[in-house]
């Protein structure tokens, strides 16, 4: 079975090649191969960067962890897709990269995930509610002070007012 897609792989990408060559001539052909891996590689720079940041904004609770995975799924197919040698797969790597393309892929990926594995769980911060619960289960309430003051005594911190 792999053979049989190895093939097909092979002769998809040689008819584009070819048929692109007829249309506009080899050595514009070849450009256009050339053209479409470079572009690909200075989109993938700036793509990444997004999906870290992405990455970053889900761990914060500000995105969903479904959508930022999601994100990078396509990225990371899309820059793999952009080593493959040929013309079909460029192109197609390099609409994955796309942010139009990602958005309108991005949606589907997430359904198809959440009902394959189920929901993501958050892994933002819980806000501080004033109540600490300590390990023998006991419920103290107060306030967490942020302050230090140097009694002349110690070389710890030196710092006034709030933390």
């Known amino acids: 079975m792999t053979a049989v ?7 998809v990408e040689i008819a584009a090649l070819v048929g692109l060559a007829q249309l506009i001539g080899v050595g514009w052909a070849l450009l256009v191969l050339v ?28 995105v969903s962890a479904e959508s930022a995975v999601a994100d990078g799924l396509i990225v990371a197919t899309g820059s793999i897709l952009l080593f493959v040698p040929g013309l079909v797969t460029g ?3 390099l ?18 995930g959440t009902r394959r ?36 005594h110690t070389g710890g911190p030196r710092a006034l007012g709030s933390a």
């Open 117 to 152: 594995f189920g929901p993501l769980p958050s892994f933002a911060p819980s806000p501080y509610r004033g109540v600490v619960v300590d390990a023998e289960g006991d419920v103290v309430d107060g306030v967490v002070v942020g302050q230090w003051y140097d009694d002349g």
């Open 91 to 93: 192109v197609i790597g």
């Open 35 to 62: 053209a479409v891996s470079g572009v690909g590689l200075l989109l993938l720079g700036a793509q990444g960067k997004r999906v870290f940041e992405r990455f970053r904004r889900a761990s914060r609770g500000e």
């Open 5 to 11: 897609l190895f093939v097909l792989y092979l002769l």
């Open 95 to 112: 609409l994955a990269l796309f942010p139009p393309t990602r958005a309108l892929l991005r949606p589907v990926l997430e359904k198809l």
